[in-house]
């Protein structure tokens, strides 16, 4: 699994609850249009924006799709029934998902008859659905490593998701433990604690942890995003109503605290619909954004294609993109096993013995999927048959389908990209002094304060059926290609230095400045030439006094 993987586990509801909940009696949708549901919530600059996430393949919910792939895979006999011994090829992913014994227990539970022997099809595809979870993978994509350093959870000393004055002027004593060179600059390689220094070039994953992006479900995940919106928007433990923009749901007290927030999260009033209309083929999914009426004012459509849609939130630019093409990945892993298979096969008898097939068992993991021999030997013959390996691996990687993947990447500025001015991919004392004059036309909401949401950045929203790590690192190669020349700090050189020679010999960093450890002078001299008193010395500063 991908180290920067996120998982948010998302509880079934019964069907009763969809009764008795007028919240989610909302969400239900006509029968025509069967989809399977979930809340995200965008932490848009001036307020959090509340999406019913819709979610269907092939015109039907996910997780029925999944189970009925699974369900026309196991059924080896075509008969429309599985036995004990189909009910066998259920893989240990997908008993493990849903929290399954094995065959006894799905004919007791499945099948509403003493001592049944099998299932019906559709029985068991209806079984199995609500077994699955609503689960979503939310994946940041790789950046090129100086677009990728998330400055902003590093000098956010209260954690409430906003850069302000103070902490940004404060920034150079909170960053100071991080300058490992000592040079009084803060570059790439020293913002990211955890970067190996041998791959500088190499693309990086930010944190999916400060991505504005969440999705709330149940009570628990509910308070989770409840704690989250009152440390951004909120103030002391309580959040302003007027902040959530829930004109349906109108709450009488001006203030919210915790557990009141969590009840309204529980039971929102949706500002957007998004339909995510995924298919198996690739190329035919769609998506469809509705904005309610109550959010025209803040949320606008600026782009609508087929198979994305753009939005504005708050001036938050967000495209959400539909991913579908299930059939090309298992494609694509048929071939990398097939020829796999060829390779190992060494008496070329077009099957693999127990010996042999140890040398399978590397790609098959590397695709997604999990399986000894016993348990791929589909007939129990002894011998593994390039289908039974294809077989397999499609039923084993419907337990990674069966998740939502939601892949985030981030467009445009960021925090460090603003204040590097000269863009040499590190930080010096007087950029991040001068960084308030900068972010000012950043505070949309004019709290004093930026958020990375206000600093134009855009983030694409891919959404699709979960993938193999096959299939989902063949992106990350591609990013980090695209990164190779995105290296570390760049020095100009004493030539590339403005001022006297003096002056140029004295900036041992090369930032443009002269701090005071770098002078060679007394303390009072360097005083006398820093005119501005701002503790460092300008090339312009040093070029009124001349050659000493």
Not at 430 to 442: A, F, V
Not at 529 to 543: H, K, N, Y
Request: with cysteine; aromatic share 6%.
């Amino acid at each position: 699994m991908h180290p920067t993987l996120f998982r948010i586990m998302i509880a079934t509801v019964h069907c009763a609850a969809l009764a008795a909940s007028p919240v989610l009696a909302q969400r239900q949708t006509p029968s025509s249009v069967q989809t399977d549901h979930a809340t995200m919530i965008i932490m848009a600059p001036m307020g959090p924006v509340i999406a019913d996430l819709r979610i269907s393949v092939a015109k039907i919910p996910y997780r029925t799709w999944v189970s009925r792939f699974v369900a026309t895979q196991m059924d080896v006999d075509k008969n429309g029934r599985l036995d004990s011994t189909e009910l066998a090829l259920l893989t240990e992913n997908l008993r493990r998902l849903g929290n399954i014994s094995g065959p006894k227990e799905i004919l007791a539970s499945a099948v509403d008859e003493a001592n049944a022997t099998e299932v019906p099809v559709k029985t068991f595809t209806e079984w199995l659905q609500t077994r699955l979870p609503k689960s979503f993978d939310l994946i940041a994509q790789p950046q090129a490593a100086d677009d990728a350093v998330r400055l902003t959870s590093l000098i956010d000393v209260n954690l409430d998701a906003t850069i302000s004055d103070g902490e940004l002027q404060e920034s150079l004593r909170t960053l100071r433990f991080r300058d490992l060179d000592n040079d009084e600059t803060f570059s790439v390689s020293e913002l990211m604690p955890y970067r190996d220094p041998r791959s500088q070039n190499s693309p990086i994953s930010p944190d999916v942890v400060n991505l504005p992006f969440f999705h709330v479900t149940d009570e628990a995940s509910a308070k989770l995003a409840a704690e989250r919106i009152i440390g951004r928007y909120g103030s002391e433990g309580t959040l302003a109503t007027s902040v959530l923009r829930q004109q349906n749901n109108p709450e009488p007290d001006p203030c919210i605290d915790l557990d009141k927030l969590v009840a309204i999260l529980q039971q929102p009033e949706f500002h957007l619909t998004i339909d995510v209309k995924l298919s198996d083929r690739a190329g035919t999914s769609d998506i469809d954004v509705a904005i309610s009426s109550s959010a025209e004012s803040f949320c606008r459509t600026t782009d609508d294609q087929f198979g994305q849609t753009a939005i504005v939130a708050d001036g938050l630019p967000l495209k959400i993109v539909a991913r579908g093409g299930g059939a090309n990945n298992r494609a694509v892993t048929r071939g990398f096993l097939g020829q796999t298979f060829v390779m190992i096969d060494g008496d070329k008898n077009q099957y693999l013995d127990e010996t042999e097939f140890a040398g399978i068992v590397g790609a098959m993991q590397q695709s997604g999927a999990n399986g000894d021999f016993a348990v791929v030997d589909q007939n129990s013959d002894k011998m593994v048959t390039r289908d039974e390996v294809f077989s397999f691996v499609e039923r084993d990687l419907m337990a990674a389908a069966s998740r939502i993947e939601v892949t985030v990447k981030q467009d445009g500025k960021t925090l460090f990209s603003l204040l590097d001015a000269n863009q040499d991919r590190r930080l010096s004392a007087r950029e991040i002094k001068s960084g308030t004059s900068i972010l000012q036309k950043y505070d949309l909401n004019g709290d004093g304060a930026f958020a990375e949401t206000e600093l134009g950045t855009e983030y694409v929203l891919t959404l699709g059926l979960g993938r193999s790590e096959l299939r989902r690192n063949s992106g990350m190669m591609t990013m980090q290609a695209m990164s190779m020349n995105s290296g570390d700090a760049i020095l100009p050189g004493l030539e590339g230095l403005d001022g006297p020679e003096w002056f140029r010999r004295m900036d041992r960093n090369q930032d443009g400045d002269v701090s005071v450890r770098e002078f060679l002078g007394t303390s009072t001299q360097f005083a006398a030439l820093d005119t501005d008193q701002d503790g460092l010395m300008s090339a312009s500063e040093a070029e009124a006094v001349g050659e000493p």
